[in-house]
T-cell receptor, first 116, second 114 residues
Framework: AQSVAQPEDQVNVAEGNPLTVKCTYSVSGNPYLFWYVQYPNRGLQFLLKYITGDNLVKGSYGFEAEFNKSQTSFHLKKPSALVSDSALYFCAVRGDNAGNNRKLIWGLGTSLAVNP | DTEVTQTPKHLVMGMTNKKSLKCEQHMGHRAMYWYKQKAKKPPELMFVYSYEKLSINESVPSRFSPECPNSSLLNLHLHALQPEDSALYLC?????????????FGPGTRLTVT
């Protein structure tokens, strides 16, 4: 069965420090991995995705994520956090098998708080 | 342009009312989705339309009725809802449903059932 785990409900980081939001996954076949962000009372915004190729993926707002196949992880990172990065972050995965390719499986989300 | 629009932004309805949520995209996407989201939880898939045909219904109660009039529009008709249906309803679209394309979300409709 496909699954996504975001092991931390909340991450706190000081402004200017690097941030990491963790995600691990389980999927049959090759994974398609996504990160979304949700600001309070807003819809979800797409940040970045991994399909194939370079394990380091760069996305919007200075975020990047590293795909690690052996550890089945896709952690979201940013070198220097901003207070405006405070939001709810969701990791999601789809498998490339024909039977699984229509549904995104979502993690439970990680609330990021960046303190001034 | 990666915009998905949804109307209304807020909706309060009684349990006997009939109302509709609307979603529109002009990105040429051929897959459209309805999700329900409770506070601080991940979105829950309700329906998927693929090339204007309903392809996935996640066992959603019949008081929710989706409609896809054309490739740009998606409606969700609501009737006889329950208070537990109060949530943020999100519409999304992607280029196709069968490829690893990201979904673009609208801002949502905040629904309150009284």
């Amino acid at each position: 069965a496909q699954s996504v785990a975001q092991p931390e409900d909340q991450v706190n980081v000081a402004e200017g420090n690097p941030l990491t939001v963790k995600c691990t996954y389980s999927v049959s076949g090759n994974p398609y991995l996504f990160w979304y962000v949700q600001y309070p009372n807003r819809g979800l915004q797409f940040l970045l995705k991994y399909i194939t190729g370079d394990n380091l993926v760069k996305g919007s707002y200075g975020f990047e994520a590293e795909f690690n196949k052996s550890q089945t992880s896709f952690h979201l990172k940013k070198p220097s956090a901003l207070v405006s990065d405070s939001a709810l972050y969701f990791c999601a995965v789809r498998g490339d098998n024909a039977g699984n390719n229509r549904k995104l499986i979502w993690g439970l989300g990680t609330s990021l708080a960046v303190n001034p | 342009d990666t915009e998905v629009t949804q109307t209304p932004k807020h909706l309060v309805m009684g349990m006997t009312n009939k109302k509709s949520l609307k979603c529109e995209q002009h990105m040429g996407h051929r897959a459209m989705y309805w999700y329900k989201q409770k506070a601080k939880k991940p979105p829950e898939l309700m329906f998927v339309y693929s090339y204007e045909k309903l392809s996935i219904n996640e066992s959603v109660p019949s008081r929710f009725s989706p409609e896809c009039p054309n490739s740009s529009l998606l409606n969700l008709h609501l009737h006889a809802l329950q208070p537990e249906d109060s949530a943020l309803y999100l519409c999304a679209s992607s280029l196709t449903p069968d490829s690893p394309y990201e979904q673009y979300f609208g801002p949502g409709t905040r629904l309150t059932v009284t």
